[in-house]
C-alpha cells in the first residue's frame, strides 16, 4: 500500500504494521491509522482513503521530508 502526501507524491509503503521509506528503511509502525516512532511515540494519523493508498494531511507531511 502506498503512502500519498497532501500534494499527491509517493513518499512511503505500508507493509504490515510498518511503514517504510521509498529507500527501504523502516520509519515507524502503523496501528489502525494512528503513526508512531519506532519508540512508540504517537506522530500522526492517516486518512482512511482506500486499499491500495493511504493519505497525509498537510500536517503529517513532516514525517516524510526529505523522502521523495
Known sequence: MHIINSKG???GNVIG?????????????LKGISIY???G???GHLND???T???LDRANDRL???GY
Open 41 to 43: 511515540e504517537l506522530v
Open 64 to 66: 516524510f521530508v526529505g
Open 17 to 29: 504494521s510498518a511503514i517504510f521509506g521509498l529507500r527501504g528503511e523502516k520509519l515507524y509502525e
Open 49 to 51: 482513503t482506500s486499499d
Open 9 to 11: 507524491i509517493h513518499v
Open 53 to 55: 493508498e493511504k493519505r
Open 37 to 39: 516512532r519506532l519508540s
